[in-house]
């Protein structure tokens, strides 16, 4: 058997009989056919074209947000911050938990995304983190996001957000981190935010942000629904 690679295609070729298999990555295996029934041949790459197709576009239809929560299911590797008391982790899972389920409630579609994502394409992006410090207290909020276009939006949140955290802020983009993180590669977002809510190697922070994680949840939910142009009301903090 001799194989001929050609694009997203592998061609079998038997050498004794003139008939072709045809195989394409995740969707489907043709059997070996005849050449000469060319009807057949033709209907059979269509269904195999179609269902290329559909699953295409069912992996990269858009979606209105996507929430990712910072480090989620990593072990190894960049883990997240943490002190003697809490982890990064656990609270960007909750925060991005709660955001998700208040835009459900608003009848927003919303896609909830681990560290580890997937090629995604949404209007609206957020990514949920906490800082942490060599220095205890030396951090506190910031935004980050990939370009411009996400300037208006991230400027709309600070002022939400400046009126209710009473710590420290740092300015957009501060860090490389911040301003080049991975996600904007893969999330194609008309807008894009990683919000840093806090710093969790801070007792004076975590104390005030412990028992108010949900309020901040439904304020980030809030900020992002307005943005949609929907109708929502503020939360009460």
Known sequence: ???????????????????YSIIFPHFAIIPPMNIK????????????????????????????VVIQAGHEGR???????????????????????????TLKAWQIDVKRMPARVK????????SIHFDGATKPCAS?????????????????????????FPYKWHKDNFTPNLQNYYAYR???????L??????????????????????IAHLVAYAIAKELGKDV???TL
């Open 1 to 19: 058997m001799i194989f001929y690679f050609y694009d997203m295609r592998t061609y079998c070729r038997r050498e004794d009989t003139p008939t």
């Open 37 to 64: 029934n060319k009807p057949a041949t033709f209907f059979a790459l269509l269904i195999i074209l179609l269902m290329a197709f559909i699953f295409y576009w069912s992996t990269t239809k858009p979606v209105s």
């Open 75 to 101: 072990t190894t590797g960049n883990t997240g911050a943490e002190c003697a008391l809490y982890r990064e982790e656990e609270w960007n899972i909750l925060v991005a938990d709660e955001i998700t389920k």
């Open 119 to 126: 090629f995604t394409r949404a209007k609206i992006a957020v």
């Open 140 to 164: 506190g909020a910031s935004i980050g996001y990939p370009s411009d276009d996400s300037y208006d939006f991230a400027q709309r949140w600070k002022s939400l957000y400046t009126d209710y």
């Open 186 to 192: 893969w999330i194609r977002a008309d807008k894009f």
């Open 194 to 215: 990683l919000l840093e809510l806090g710093e969790i190697t801070c007792d004076t922070q975590t104390k005030w942000l412990k028992p108010r994680l949900k309020k």
């Open 233 to 235: 009301k503020k939360p």
